[in-house]
């Protein structure tokens, strides 16, 4: 694409071009923030992040060719560089790529998830009832890209928005129709989903959480980050959690319809849920419940725990049928929806059961052993860790949640990257108390697995907490492969 097509979609205050070339004779092959990833004809666009500094990088992009750069203020440079200042690299770079890829986002119907709990699981039931029911879909989040037979892998829940709209080219080009998109408070605080119209927004809920030095300054932050999905971004249809204290605050200031979906009953609400009933069999924990809604009395069943796993039901059923589907058919497809790392549930030889779920803090992992508990375990048993690099807040909610919650405790690594594991260990192990649960220090995660899985018994009950989809450790900056579900397969292939 040339550069002059592009130069259009974007405000710019001054051009810095000693070459005297044309940008209309500049062909352009792609957009890059990465220093380490630019063609000799990419534009490399200088973005400042909470730990680096793209701009800094710019001389490390010239050597490798690259000579069109988009920065926000001057940078030293050779005189055949082309630099372009604006005002905000990050907005200038959605803009780019959305041009860039000829706004793929406009011709697919475009539906955005945001909230603290429930994102990735609620995405993936809708992903997952459209393909089954004739409806070419699309998701992108914390479970990486997937579409058609592809799939991949993301840094990010929400793609930086080049690799998102990239993605989204490649649906349209395969025939998607409709993406489900997890939207995190981060890619609307820093722009990545900028200029990009939501046909659909939906509210899950809402709870202390991604905040730290590099993450969100305070709660408030973090909670006008998200209402922003519902303010800036041209939602027609809104589906909401009518039982979380903040959803008026963070779904308000718009004019599109809204459907609210209650979990206790509410009869206030349009799809609310009753008779919810925990059911339990080799290899499956699962929850049944009766739905109300405009279109009748339905019973619903879920092969996922706990009461959040309704309003994870009720939402994709409020979205579903928005598109189109009639109930029974949506009903008929959730009943045996699986979802990688979001309470995948195994069975051991001995009769015990392994759940592996992404539950990282405090919430998630309070959310996750009571709902375990509803299905009497024997024992059960909590393995987790703490990200190493982040927020420290988590170390003391998830100590103080597992101590009182489960009956004993595994305390390993979960992506301790340049902090020390024992030391990760020591601060979370400090919250453990008298009287609260036992516990044993396992720092390899892999070995406390083996463990935990060795010592289980008949009708255990064993949360492996924190990783999830993840099929990696974070370790002193290099991922390493780490998948839980192989340890576990592996184990009971040994017996």
């Given at each position: 694409?040339?550069?002059?097509?592009?130069?259009?979609?974007?405000?710019?205050?001054?051009?810095?071009?000693?070459?005297?070339?044309?940008?209309?004779?500049?062909?352009?092959?792609?957009?890059?923030?990465?220093?380490?990833?630019?063609?000799?004809?990419?534009?490399?666009?200088?973005?400042?992040?909470?730990?680096?500094?793209?701009?800094?990088?710019?001389?490390?992009?010239?050597?490798?060719?690259?000579?069109?750069?988009?920065?926000?203020?001057?940078?030293?440079?050779?005189?055949?560089?082309?630099?372009?200042?604006?005002?905000?690299?990050?907005?200038?770079?959605?803009?780019?790529?959305?041009?860039?890829?000829?706004?793929?986002?406009?011709?697919?119907?475009?539906?955005?998830?945001?909230?603290?709990?429930?994102?990735?699981?609620?995405?993936?039931?809708?992903?997952?009832?459209?393909?089954?029911?004739?409806?070419?879909?699309?998701?992108?989040?914390?479970?990486?890209?997937?579409?058609?037979?592809?799939?991949?892998?993301?840094?990010?829940?929400?793609?930086?928005?080049?690799?998102?709209?990239?993605?989204?080219?490649?649906?349209?080009?395969a025939g998607v129709s409709t993406v489900i998109m997890e939207v995190?408070?981060?890619?609307?605080?820093?722009?990545?989903?900028?200029?990009?119209?939501?046909?659909?927004?939906?509210?899950?809920?809402?709870?202390?959480?991604?905040?730290?030095?590099?993450?969100?300054?305070?709660?408030?932050?973090?909670?006008?980050?998200?209402?922003?999905?519902?303010?800036?971004?041209?939602?027609?249809?809104?589906?909401?959690?009518?039982?979380?204290?903040?959803?008026?605050?963070?779904?308000?200031?718009?004019?599109?319809?809204?459907?609210?979906?209650?979990?206790?009953?509410?009869?206030?609400?349009?799809?609310?849920?009753?008779?919810?009933?925990?059911?339990?069999?080799?290899?499956?924990?699962?929850?049944?419940?009766?739905?109300?809604?405009?279109?009748?009395?339905?019973?619903?069943?879920?092969?996922?725990?706990?009461?959040?796993?309704?309003?994870?039901?009720?939402?994709?059923?409020?979205?579903?049928?928005?598109?189109?589907?009639?109930?029974?058919?949506?009903?008929?497809?959730?009943?045996?929806?699986?979802?990688?790392?979001?309470?995948?549930?195994?069975?051991?030889?001995?009769?015990?059961?392994?759940?592996?779920?992404?539950?990282?803090?405090?919430?998630?992992?309070?959310?996750?052993?009571?709902?375990?508990?509803?299905?009497?375990?024997?024992?059960?048993?909590?393995?987790?860790?703490?990200?190493?690099?982040?927020?420290?807040?988590?170390?003391?909610?998830?100590?103080?949640?597992?101590?009182?919650?489960?009956?004993?405790?595994?305390?390993?690594?979960?992506?301790?990257?340049?902090?020390?594991?024992?030391?990760?260990?020591?601060?979370?192990?400090?919250?453990?108390?008298?009287?609260?649960?036992?516990?044993?220090?396992?720092?390899?995660?892999?070995?406390?697995?083996?463990?935990?899985?060795?010592?289980?018994?008949?009708?255990?009950?064993?949360?492996?907490?924190?990783?999830?989809?993840?099929?990696?450790?974070?370790?002193?900056?290099?991922?390493?492969?780490?998948?839980?579900?192989?340890?576990?397969?592996?184990?009971?292939?040994?017996?």
């Amino acid at each position: 694409m040339l550069l002059s097509e592009l130069m259009k979609v974007i405000e710019y205050t001054e051009v810095i071009n000693r070459t005297g070339i044309d940008p209309k004779s500049l062909d352009v092959v792609s957009l890059c923030s990465d220093s380490r990833k630019v063609l000799s004809d990419s534009i490399f666009v200088c973005i400042s992040g909470s730990i680096s500094d793209g701009h800094e990088y710019a001389q490390n992009a010239y050597s490798r060719n690259c000579r069109i750069f988009v920065a926000e203020k001057a940078i030293a440079l050779p005189d055949d560089a082309f630099v372009i200042i604006t005002k905000n690299t990050r907005l200038a770079l959605a803009k780019l790529s959305a041009a860039f890829f000829d706004y793929p986002a406009e011709k697919l119907t475009v539906i955005g998830i945001t909230g603290t709990k429930g994102k990735t699981t609620t995405a993936l039931l809708i992903y997952n009832i459209l393909e089954a029911n004739g409806i070419s879909a699309g998701y992108i989040g914390s479970n990486g890209v997937t579409y058609g037979s592809n799939q991949f892998e993301t840094v990010n829940t929400t793609p930086e928005s080049y690799d998102l709209h990239e993605y989204m080219k490649n649906m349209v080009d395969a025939g998607v129709s409709t993406v489900i998109m997890e939207v995190s408070s981060q890619a609307l605080k820093l722009g990545r989903v900028h200029g990009i119209k939501f046909d659909i927004a939906i509210f899950t809920n809402l709870s202390p959480d991604h905040i730290g030095e590099f993450e969100h300054a305070d709660f408030e932050e973090y909670k006008s980050c998200k209402h922003l999905l519902f303010t800036d971004y041209g939602a027609d249809f809104i589906v909401y959690n009518h039982d979380d204290e903040y959803a008026k605050d963070v779904v308000s200031g718009n004019r599109a319809e809204r459907v609210s979906i209650s979990g206790k009953g509410d009869a206030n609400a349009d799809y609310t849920a009753k008779d919810i009933a925990f059911f339990r069999s080799p290899g499956k924990i699962a929850v049944n419940f009766t739905c109300n809604s405009a279109d009748g009395t339905f019973p619903v069943s879920l092969s996922f725990p706990g009461d959040f796993s309704v309003y994870n039901g009720l939402t994709a059923l409020a979205v579903c049928r928005r598109l189109g589907l009639n109930t029974e058919d949506i009903v008929k497809t959730m009943k045996n929806i699986r979802i990688r790392g979001r309470f995948e549930t195994y069975e051991l030889p001995n009769g015990a059961t392994v759940v592996i779920d992404y539950a990282h803090n405090g919430v998630s992992l309070k959310a996750a052993l009571t709902a375990l508990r509803n299905y009497a375990p024997t024992r059960l048993i909590c393995l987790f860790g703490s990200v190493g690099g982040r927020t420290k807040m988590r170390r003391a909610e998830l100590g103080l949640v597992a101590s009182r919650d489960a009956d004993f405790c595994i305390l390993t690594s979960d992506n301790p990257d340049n902090e020390s594991p024992t030391a990760i260990i020591g601060e979370i192990a400090s919250y453990f108390t008298a009287g609260t649960a036992p516990y044993v220090a396992i720092p390899d995660r892999r070995k406390a697995i083996e463990y935990a899985l060795k010592n289980s018994k008949q009708g255990d009950i064993i949360l492996l907490a924190g990783k999830g989809h993840e099929t990696y450790q974070l370790i002193c900056g290099v991922r390493e492969q780490f998948c839980e579900a192989d340890i576990i397969i592996e184990y009971c292939m040994q017996l």
